[in-house]
């Protein structure tokens, strides 16, 4: 493990994984890790353009990894654009996991 993940370590107890199909293995996934912990800028654009930022607010973090990996989907960078083509038909549920996570 690099030396630099371990100042992250110490912000979350909690690490994302990506794993084997088989089930055998698993990597930890650190730049998903460091939106968890807040270490990195995490955000959603709202379907109606308003951004909401994430860094410090795992709870929502949590909400929309899992809505995305629910649905087979991934994003590749710290910021989830749901006005995205092809990320209409998620709007509605991050938009409300976003939410209530911030409210």
Same mark, same amino acid.
């Given at each position: 493990?690099? &030396?630099?993940? !371990? =100042?992250? *370590?110490? #912000?979350?107890?909690?690490?994302? !994984?990506? $794993?084997? /199909?088989?089930? #055998?293995?698993?990597?930890?996934?650190?730049?998903?890790?460091? %939106? !968890?912990?807040?270490?990195?800028? =995490?955000?959603?654009? *709202? /379907?109606?353009?308003?951004?909401?930022? &994430?860094?410090?607010?795992?709870?929502?973090?949590? $909400?929309?990894?899992? %809505? &995305? $990996?629910?649905?087979? %989907? +991934?994003?590749?960078? /710290?910021? !989830?654009? &749901?006005?995205? #083509?092809?990320? +209409?038909? *998620?709007?509605?549920? /991050?938009?409300?996991?976003?939410?209530?996570?911030? $409210?």
């Amino acid at each position: 493990m690099p &030396l630099d993940y !371990l =100042a992250v *370590l110490h #912000r979350t107890r909690d690490v994302v !994984l990506c $794993a084997a /199909p088989d089930g #055998r293995s698993f990597v930890v996934d650190w730049v998903r890790t460091n %939106l !968890l912990a807040g270490t990195a800028a =995490a955000g959603v654009i *709202l /379907p109606d353009g308003r951004e909401v930022a &994430l860094a410090g607010r795992p709870a929502a973090v949590w $909400a929309v990894m899992n %809505l &995305l $990996a629910s649905q087979g %989907l +991934s994003n590749p960078g /710290p910021v !989830l654009d &749901l006005r995205r #083509r092809g990320m +209409s038909g *998620l709007a509605g549920p /991050p938009a409300e996991a976003v939410g209530m996570a911030v $409210a």
